[in-house]
């Protein structure tokens, strides 16, 4: 059985940090690209962060860069998301995912996890 499970979401003041775990079972993780979404009431899921299967190559939304890491622990079927210097409007349900990459920028999404609730508020 397939499972991503998000954890380390929470409450956090602005300027604040938060580092996101997604636990992977039920297949290979480490040949699966994973990566962060987030998806904020009334708005589009968007893509915050990607790590890739084979050289752990990495890309950020612009929004991002500079305050936000993604990184992966194949031994422990883990993905992270290290999230600093947060904001109020980066509130939103942060969702784990995997998928195949096939090189070139061809990425086939599989799994989903429920996602874990960040709130940046003072």
């Known amino acids: 059985q397939v499972q991503l499970v998000e954890s380390g979401g929470g409450l956090v003041q602005p300027g604040g940090s938060l580092k996101l775990s997604c636990a992977a079972s039920g297949f290979t993780f480490s040949t699966y690209y994973a990566s962060w979404y987030r998806q904020a009431p009334g708005k589009e899921r968007e893509l915050v962060a990607r790590?890739?299967?084979?050289?752990?190559?990495?890309e950020y939304a612009d929004s991002v860069k500079g305050r936000f890491t993604i990184s992966r622990d194949n031994a422990k079927n883990t993905v992270y998301l290290q999230m600093n210097s947060l904001k109020p409007e980066e509130t939103a349900v942060y969702l784990c995912?995997?998928?195949?990459?096939?090189?070139?920028?061809?990425?086939?999404?599989?799994?989903w996890g429920q996602g874990t609730q960040v709130t940046v508020s003072s």
């Open positions: 995912n995997a998928g195949r990459d096939y090189g070139n920028n061809y990425y086939v999404s599989l799994y």
């Open positions: 790590i890739t299967s084979a050289s752990g190559s990495t």
